[in-house]
């Protein structure tokens, strides 16, 4: 399976990103899907996920600012970017689960990745 995404950018702060992630496969519809994004110097850290069944989790930090969602038809998933802050700026990974692990939080808990794309806030 490969992941690539596509979205990132420069951007004003208050400003909004919408990122892609295309799978290689039909397996968006079937596991997990998340978003992890990690700053320079900084671990990789959760920001959202979309469960084999839709439902969906976000960190704390882009609760009611981000939105992840799929496309099974186009074995897509999304994570549209709103009010956009500068502490946001890192690069985002989009990564899957075939497995639904409870620990999706976790990178470890996803088997696939892709190559990242860098989202820029300026201030």
């Known amino acids: 399976v490969q992941l690539v995404e596509s979205g990132g950018g420069l951007v004003q702060a208050g400003g909004s990103l919408r990122l892609s992630c295309a799978a290689s496969?039909?397996?968006?519809?079937?596991?997990?899907m998340g978003w992890f994004r990690q700053a320079p110097g900084k671990e990789r850290v959760f920001v959202a996920v979309?469960?084999?069944?839709?439902?969906?989790y976000y960190a704390d930090s882009v609760k009611g600012r981000f939105t992840i969602s799929r496309d099974n038809g186009k074995n897509s998933v999304y994570l549209q970017m709103n009010s956009l802050k500068p502490d946001d700026t890192a690069v985002y990974y989009c990564?899957?689960?075939?497995?639904?692990?409870?620990?999706?939080?976790?990178?470890?808990?996803?088997?696939?990745w892709g190559q990242g794309t860098q989202v820029t806030v300026s201030s």
């Open positions: 979309i469960r084999w069944n839709g439902s969906t």
């Open positions: 990564a899957a689960d075939p497995y639904s692990r409870n620990y999706y939080l976790f990178p470890r808990a996803y088997d696939w």
């Open positions: 496969g039909r397996i968006v519809s079937s596991v997990g």
